[in-house]
């Protein structure tokens, strides 16, 4: 694994969670893969659990945006940040790091995401 193929998977990421097509999801993700949707919570294992856990409550077409950048690569394991946000639910945003470890193929066999909902200005 190299950046430019981990940024091509974030962006990969991103397009499926957009299309929330089963087999787009599912290209992602290794037949093993170990999915952690935050730390020290158990994780969703298996890319046909993972592709059902996306697909069982989607997000709106259009009610989010999210982007995603490579900062690190260590031979099979890239490290990203990023934003999710939701505009129209109160202009909800979090600040993600996504750990992932990559088979052979590209797909990621294992998937940690660390995230914090960010305050709003009069919060803060």
């Given at each position: 694994m190299d950046r430019a193929r981990f940024q091509d998977w974030l962006d990969r990421y991103v397009a499926a969670?957009?299309?929330?097509?089963?087999?787009?999801?599912?290209?992602?993700?290794?037949?093993?893969?170990?999915?952690?949707?935050?730390?020290y919570s158990e994780p969703v294992r298996g890319r046909a659990a993972v592709v059902a856990d996306w697909l069982r409550n989607p997000d709106a077409p259009g009610s989010w945006e999210a982007e995603y950048r490579a900062v690190a690569v260590d031979g099979d394991t890239g490290v990203s940040v990023g934003e999710s946000r939701y505009p129209g639910d109160g202009g909800k945003a979090y600040s993600n790091v996504f750990i992932v470890?990559?088979?052979?193929?590209?797909?990621?066999?294992?998937?940690?995401?660390?995230?914090?909902?960010k305050a709003k200005p009069q919060d803060a």
């Open positions: 969670w957009r299309s929330n097509d089963g087999a787009t999801i599912g290209d992602l993700f290794s037949e093993d893969v170990v999915y952690s949707y935050r730390p470890r990559f088979d052979g193929e590209g797909r990621a066999r294992e998937f940690s995401e660390w995230w914090v909902q």
